[in-house]
């Protein structure tokens, strides 16, 4: 019996947020703050001959401006990657210094150059028209293909053909001998477009130091806020850990971009520890642009070997992944082990082999953006195999259902060993599909598709059924596979002396809602009201150490770690219980808050106990006063969620404008605290999802010029281009967590973006079109079309 | 050189030298620490600023202070009366309208703006009217659902 879990519990965030009072970085003032400006390249790839900084630094206001030679001069180092993936060949991963501030060369349109300090933002501004920088152009390359060429402009000197490593999973030999075997082979080559993540709130940070005790305190929109302290004291900056703080206070949005550590954080801190006074920045959007870690930029050739029945037999991928210009955080591990690992899908694909390039070009670097590596992969399977179902005029759904991996739960039935590394926890992929063709009436759809057609309209049908790996992850086996961090995570629980609780968690909301859904769980385990819980994220002076947020892992990782703590909890306060009730453990009985003596009415309740705990006057002898408990969870596996995801569009063939209908999705988190916040979770990643098919793109010249650098050319999804979503799920519990949690966080981005590509080419079927890259504008749509039946 | 204003914001008068130069929205958030007013863009483009201003809804960003001399302004923080939420935020709260709650306000002051102007629109009319206004994470549904709860609400 649960009182909250399961339900659709309202978030008790909200409150703040809908009536302004929300704390975001860029809303705190603090006394004595001044302003970064932050001057950018606007080279992608140009030698830095001069700056000049004398007329700058006397202008009105202006307190400091500094450059990458001065940050040098401190010993700031640059900043670290945290991911390394070595070359096949057993070569070290190439890691070329990424610095703060550029010194000698720039190597993207947006990496700073120089700080400027003033009083106000707009004298910073000001300030920085003053400023003469010198510079020479040097050729740039933005295509990793073309950056892997002969005679393509170096991006590091010391990495060749501009590699940052090659990289390869699964058995290349028993592939090739698959593909020997086939009645077919359906081929594709596609691009996976770099997107800009986003997130509505641009990032922030603000610098302060109080020099009286060496203390240091980093505000800033970050996903991770101790990983964050960790990189900015071990590596970057050599402070002492323990005299620094980095809090994340309400972060608006994340979707990635803010796990990584900027050079932005590392600017702020340095410059308020070297001026003694508060330096705040914040991003304008067109720097967010040129200064956001980017996400995806793939370019995949794929290939599917089967048998005539429509029997996968063998799968082959070879992608050429941008990295940027630099290597951030986690880049290296996206395109590999978050994207290669997962090319088994739901499928039974008895061979796989995958090779990935990592390349440097002169853009903005590149790391995980909601999904990171996953929807890259469901993209070119859910792409392959529409093409396949195609060739072999069988319908989409069939050929999927012919492939399913068959369902096991993870305990009666052992998981599925993948052929490329992963073991899946639990899975029941037919029922995901049945459950959505079911509730889309998928016939129906069809035979409405005929008829239209007849009309002269095009609808399409998109399916695709996904698997992702979340809850990361093993500290163990990422160290093995090349991360530098543990991915554990932490909860300390606090009773109060009254019975209210207190919750510090190491994991980070920015949207996700775990004020609410840890509460939910809290309450329900101590049996006590949900307005008796606060949770505590995102200030690493109050919260044990964590890895935060992203991966969809709060609740599979986070959330575990901190059921644990509450274990511990109520371990301890049972043996308080007893001795209150002078009665044995044993004859104890625990529910909705009170401890009873089996078959009588005597009890005690949980704010009892608590009060006893710390007014040890009547206590158990052998116990430490105080209620309070702390847990490190590191999970036994990744968690696999999956679903089956069905988009319905029209095409307008004359114009090429493509609408989405309708949209349904069944997904499977496993066992589901808050239905409310996992539909809008559910919701807000089918949007990002299409965005990608439809509308986002972030679009380089040859020369390294970003050419849709602000909201105006770049396409943001937007209310009125969507229907209402229809969304359902099952339910397969994790069976190695002990909530049998999976994960909702990225599913729908996942999903949604080889849905909406399958429906498109679904629907110019009859023009004999097999696929349109993304985004799937008019243009392109219409081009497609004509090029096409200029063919045919 | 500061210009000389007086607004009104949220039933309460303000008199304030200004940099000519200044944002209606940098007023509302660094001079009168308004801070529920966002900014999420440098183009006029995200909504997240958008305020009643004489009446109607206006993206703050787009306007100089001065512009706001003698203007009587609606912000996110004014629409709580005694304690007592307005139902359009209590329509977000209930239809779980918002996730990281960055571009609330700015949606919440749209749609204030939209049922003040029509009272009881259409699903149609509501995502029309969310046009300018950028989500990132609900994926408008649970907006528009916020919206329509609101319209039933006030209109009862
Ligand atoms: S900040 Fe005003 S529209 Fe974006
Ligand atoms: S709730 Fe995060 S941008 Fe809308």
């Avoid at chain 1, 096949?88 to 700080?115: L, S, Y």
């Avoid at chain 1, 993870?410 to 998981?415: F, L, Y």
């Avoid at chain 2, 958008?50 to 001399?69: E, M, R, W, Y």
């Avoid at chain 2, 408008?140 to 609101?150: E, G, L, T």
Wanted: hydrophobic fraction near 40%.
């Amino acid at each position: 019996m649960t009182t909250y879990v399961g339900k659709p519990v309202r978030r008790v965030e909200d409150h703040r947020f809908i009536t302004g009072r929300g704390r975001y970085v860029d809303d705190i003032k603090l006394p004595g703050m001044v302003y970064a400006y932050i001057v950018r390249s606007p080279y992608a790839h140009a030698k830095i001959l001069s700056i000049d900084t004398s007329q700058a630094s006397t202008a009105p206001g202006v307190i400091a401006v500094l450059t990458g030679k001065d940050l040098e001069a401190d010993g700031i180092g640059g900043l670290p990657c945290g991911w390394q993936v070595n070359f096949r060949d057993g070569t070290q991963m190439k890691e070329p210094r990424h610095p703060v501030i550029a010194v000698d060369k720039v190597r993207h349109v947006g990496e700073p150059v120089a700080v400027i300090i003033a009083e106000t933002r707009e004298q910073a501004k000001d300030a920085a028209e003053l400023l003469t920088i010198e510079y020479e152009e040097l050729p740039a390359v933005v295509d990793p293909q073309k950056a892997v060429e002969d005679g393509a402009p170096l991006v590091h000197d010391d990495a060749p053909r501009n590699l940052a490593f090659d990289w390869e999973i699964g058995d290349k030999a028993k592939t090739e001998a698959a593909f020997q075997e086939a009645d077919r082979i359906v081929e594709l080559e596609l691009e996976n477009q770099r997107l800009v993540p986003n997130a509505i709130e641009p990032r922030a940070a603000i610098g302060d130091y109080n020099p009286g005790t060496d203390h240091t305190t980093l505000y800033t929109t970050s996903q991770n806020p101790h990983l964050i302290r960790l990189l900015l004291c071990a590596f970057v900056m050599g402070l002492p850990e323990h005299k620094v703080r980095v809090v994340s206070p309400d972060v608006g949005g994340g979707f990635g971009s803010k796990i990584f550590h900027y050079n932005e954080e590392v600017i702020v801190t340095w410059a308020a520890r070297k001026l003694k006074r508060p330096v705040k920045w914040t991003a304008e959007r067109s720097e967010s642009f040129l200064s956001d870690r980017h996400g995806r930029d793939h370019r995949t050739k794929v290939q599917l070997a089967l048998k005539n029945d429509g029997t996968f037999l063998g799968l082959k991928v070879r992608t050429y992944a941008n990295l940027g210009a630099y290597l951030s955080t986690f880049a290296p591990a996206i395109p590999t082990y978050l994207y290669g690992t997962l090319l088994q899908g739901v499928y039974t694909t008895p061979a796989i082999y995958c090779e990935v390039y990592g390349v440097f070009t002169h853009t903005v670097p590149v790391d995980a953006y909601r999904g990171a590596g996953r929807p890259e992969a469901t993209y070119l399977l859910e792409r392959i195999v529409d093409l396949a179902a195609r060739e072999l005029n069988m319908d989409p759904a069939d050929i999927r259902k012919k492939n399913f991996i068959p369902p096991f739960d993870g305990i009666e039935q052992p998981g599925y060993q993948t052929q490329v590394a992963l073991q899946y926890d639990s899975g029941n992929y037919e029922a995901a599909l049945n459950r959505l063709l079911e509730m889309a009436n998928y016939s129906e759809w069809r035979r409405k598709q005929q008829e239209l057609r007849s009309q002269g309209r095009y609808i399409g049908l998109g399916l695709a059924t996904y698997i992702e790996a979340c809850g990361i992850a093993p500290s163990a086996v990422v160290g093995a596979l090349g991360a530098r961090a543990g991915l554990y995570d932490s909860a300390t629980v606090r009773v109060h002396p009254t019975g209210k609780v207190s919750v510090y968690v190491g994991v980070h909301a920015h949207g996700q809602g775990h004020e609410t859904t840890f509460a939910q769980i809290v309450a329900d385990k101590l049996g006590i009201a949900l307005e008796d819980v606060e949770i505590v994220h995102g200030d690493t002076a109050e919260i044990p150490f964590g890895m935060g947020t992203y991966g969809s892992r709060s609740l599979a990782v986070g959330g575990s770690a901190m059921v644990r703590a509450l274990d511990k909890i109520l371990e301890k306060a049972t043996k308080i219980a007893a001795h209150l009730l002078e009665a044995p453990e044993s004859d104890l009985e625990f529910r909705e808050g009170r401890w009873y003596v089996k078959g009588t009415e005597k009890s005690i309740s949980f704010p009892e106990v608590a009060l006893a705990a710390y007014v040890p006057h009547n206590y158990p002898p052998d116990l430490e006063p105080g209620l309070e408990a702390e847990s490190f969870y590191d999970p036994k596996n990744f968690t696999f969620p999956f679903g089956a995801h069905l988009a319905i569009v029209e095409v307008d063939p004359e114009t090429g404008e493509v609408k989405l209908l309708d949209y349904y999705a069944v997904d499977d988190f496993g066992n589901i605290v808050n239905p409310l916040v996992v539909e809008g979770q559910v919701h807000g990643g089918i949007v990002q999802g299409v965005g990608q098919a439809l509308y986002e793109e972030a679009r380089y010249d040859e020369n390294g010029q970003l050419l849709t650098g602000t909201f105006l050319e770049y396409a943001m999804p937007r209310a009125d281009e969507f229907p209402m979503f229809k969304v359902d799920h099952t339910v397969t519990p994790c069976p190695h967590n002990p909530l049998g949690a999976k994960g909702a966080g990225e599913t729908g981005t996942i999903a949604a973006t080889a849905a909406v590509a399958n429906a498109v080419a679904d629907a110019l079927q009859p023009f004999g079109v097999k696929h349109v890259p993304m985004p799937m504008t008019p243009q392109r749509v219409w081009t497609a079309i004509q090029a096409s039946q200029q063919v045919s | 050189m500061g210009v000389p204003i007086k607004v009104t914001v949220n039933g309460r008068q303000y008199e304030a030298e200004v940099d000519p130069r200044m944002l209606l929205v940098h007023f509302l958030r660094d001079v009168l620490d308004l801070t529920g007013t966002h900014v999420g863009c440098d183009t006029s483009s995200c909504g997240a600023c958008t305020v009643i201003l004489n009446g109607k809804a206006v993206k703050s960003c787009t306007l100089l202070a001065v512009q706001a001399d003698g203007a009587e302004i609606l912000t996110v923080e004014g629409l709580e009366q005694n304690g007592k939420l307005h139902p359009i935020q209590e329509g977000f709260r209930e239809e779980h309208g918002l996730q990281c709650g960055f571009c609330t306000p700015g949606m919440i002051m749209t749609a204030y703006d939209l049922l003040q102007r029509n009272p009881n629109p259409s699903e149609a009319e509501i995502r029309h009217a969310l046009e300018g206004n950028f989500c990132r994470c609900t994926g408008y549904q649970n907006i528009v659902k916020a919206i329509q709860y609101a319209a039933a609400k006030m209109s009862s």
